[in-house]
């Protein structure tokens, strides 16, 4: 079998920590599939996040539409010429700072519930809305407003978004004592490059909106899955019929969450159900797209690591430019 996986370690790259004896989580992690199979090591370079890194990765070019309209087409949201697509995620605003929220275990019913509440704000525009994770969501709606407004990890003075979407944004933040859905990342769809021609039909796999939506903006087949385990069959399965790209998210969710040890776990599971599933796979490609630190709970832009089953043109050790990596790894 030709078909190659792509194994995306979502914020795989991390800093040394301190409860780790001053090593990474994933030098820690006892990943025996991968360190046995993936026998060429090579480097491209990062980037802050996910989208911007996939569509150069994908496409060799970096995107021109923003973060909320690309995982818009990842929830199958209406993304037509009129409207224009909010990313939100939970946060605390106090005092006059907006505080990202990762663990949203003790409020993330109430929140999206409150945010449906009041959903009525926005209804001379028309607004579709689809939760995701933890409390995220992606809302659309017949709006020309696109503010320019600080998005996560990382904390920030606070900015009153405009009109009635902050109102809405206020009205739940009033509620929940300053916790609500705080939007950022926010526009409308702009020009789409090709994907290059080695990948036509891939399945991309995840429980991110944001993969899928780059995999959806270049016509591959896209599967929104959110449980881990489930995930992997159905990659072994469409890999028979063709390239797949399977995006471990959960790496880099802990990563925010600060917790080392979660992030090992899922390494060392993941490790697991690659050897489950895909013993007998001949191309494996594993990669990381940035570092997300478990010290901080912050991205780190850095050179990430690209390892792989098989031989390529290029050397051991390399550092591939990212526009460079499909089509020196395919052909």
Request: aromatic fraction near 10%.
């Amino acid at each position: 079998m030709n078909n190659t996986l792509f194994v995306l370690l979502d914020g795989a790259e991390d800093d040394p920590n301190p409860l780790l004896g001053g090593k990474k989580p994933i030098e820690v992690a006892r990943m025996p599939f991968l360190r046995s199979r993936a026998t060429y090591h090579h480097k491209t370079t990062g980037r802050a996040y996910t989208h911007l890194f996939l569509n150069e990765f994908f496409t060799g070019h970096s995107p021109e539409s923003p973060r909320a309209a690309i995982e818009a087409l990842g929830l199958g949201l209406d993304m037509d010429s009129n409207r224009t697509a909010y990313r939100l995620s939970p946060a605390e605003i106090r005092e006059n700072m907006i505080i990202w929220s990762y663990n949203t275990d003790d409020f993330r019913d109430a929140l999206e519930k409150n945010v449906m509440d009041n959903l009525g704000i926005l209804e001379p525009y028309s607004p579709d809305i689809n939760f995701f994770l933890n409390g995220r969501a992606v809302l659309t709606m017949e709006c020309d407003e696109i503010p320019d407004l600080p998005g996560p990890p990382v904390n920030a003075p606070f900015v009153e978004v405009p009109g009635d979407l902050g109102k809405l944004v206020m009205r739940v933040a009033d509620i929940m004592n300053g916790i609500t859905d705080y939007p950022w990342g926010c526009g409308r769809l702009g020009r789409i490059y090709p994907g290059f021609r080695s990948l036509r039909g891939m399945t991309a796999i995840s429980d991110s909106p944001t993969s899928l939506g780059v995999c959806a903006s270049l016509g591959h087949k896209i599967e929104l899955i959110k449980d881990l385990d489930a995930r992997f069959p159905v990659a072994a399965e469409a890999l028979k019929h063709g390239n797949v790209f399977l995006h471990i998210d959960e790496v880099d969710e802990y990563s925010h969450q600060k917790d080392p040890f979660k992030k090992i776990r899922v390494l060392e599971h993941t490790d697991d159900l690659m050897k489950e599933y895909f013993s007998d796979a001949e191309r494996i490609v594993y990669f990381a797209d940035h570092g997300t630190s478990c010290v901080t709970g912050e991205h780190i832009i850095t050179n990430v690591p690209v390892w792989t089953t098989f031989e390529s043109e290029f050397r051991d050790g390399e550092l591939i430019p990212l526009n460079r990596v499909i089509q020196g790894l395919l052909g």
